[in-house]
């Protein structure tokens, strides 16, 4: 089991850019390591389904969900236990909570499934102006 908490949301103006974090930590010794875990963030916009932004695999693969890939960088780091997303020319329409996700299992199929993931972080707000 894994807990995750999100930080780095805020607010800025259409064109600017955001990094958020996710920090992991291990619930128990026993379990499976940070390392061993396929993460992923996605977003919830009001009154909108949750939907995946990215998600990334053991061995380091990425899958960005439609064209985020030419403005979102997903990065993972095994040593600090944590999972990065750097987005650039943020838009008004990337307004949403940001979560981070972790899963084993058919979470690292990197099928962009909400519901394929076990943990989930509490989410960080972010909202773009135009």
């Known amino acids: 089991q894994v807990q995750l908490s999100e930080s780095g949301g805020g607010s800025v103006q259409a064109g600017g850019s955001l990094t958020l974090s996710c920090a992991g930590s291990e619930v128990s010794t026993t379990g499976y390591p940070y390392s061993l875990y396929c993460l992923g963030w996605f977003r919830q916009a009001p009154g909108k389904e949750r939907e995946a932004v990215a998600e990334i695999d053991t061995a380091g693969k990425i899958v960005y969900a439609g064209s985020l890939q030419d403005r979102f960088t997903l990065t993972r780091d095994n040593a600090e236990k944590t999972l990065y997303l750097q987005m650039n020319n943020l838009e008004p329409e990337d307004s949403a909570t940001y979560y981070c996700?972790?899963?084993?299992?058919?979470?690292?199929?990197?099928?962009?499934?909400?519901?394929?993931?076990?943990?989930w972080g509490k989410g960080t707000l972010v909202t773009i102006s135009s």
């Open positions: 996700a972790a899963g084993r299992g058919r979470a690292c199929w990197l099928q962009l499934q909400p519901n394929y993931m076990n943990y």
